[in-house]
């Protein structure tokens, strides 16, 4: 897939991910954005981002802020089992559905084609 082309993803905006490896493994979050191939959790992979003092924040100064994890590090979370979960894709009656592989979980997909 080239760079800036969006494709089918196993991880959606507003989804509750679990993190499955790196200095993060075990989190768990809401997706707040996709950002190519990679996602940006929330309160997970917390950065500090020096600020510049503007009319907008004239104190400046440090601001913790969400960094971005590799969308490969993540799993879809599931209530279920409490685990992390792989998904397929299934027809519910001519809508695309994501169900969990092992649990049978169905997860939510508004807006997938």
């Not at 991910?17 to 950002?35: C, E």
């Not at 907008?56 to 969400?66: F, L, T």
């Not at 599931?78 to 695309?96: L, P, W």
């Amino acid at each position: 897939m080239a760079l800036g082309q969006s494709g089918s993803r196993h991880v959606r905006k507003g989804d509750l991910v679990i993190v499955i490896a790196g200095s993060n493994k075990g989190k768990k979050g809401k997706i707040l954005r996709v950002v190519g191939d990679r996602v940006v959790v929330e309160k997970v992979a917390m950065v500090k981002k020096h600020s510049k003092a503007t009319q907008a924040n004239p104190q400046g100064g440090i601001v913790d802020k969400e960094g971005t994890i590799h969308i490969s590090n993540v799993q879809l979370f599931d209530e279920k089992t409490s685990k992390g979960t792989r998904t397929k894709i299934s027809n519910d009656g001519g809508d695309k559905v994501r169900v969990g592989v092992k649990s049978g979980t169905k997860f939510p997909t508004a807006g997938m084609s």
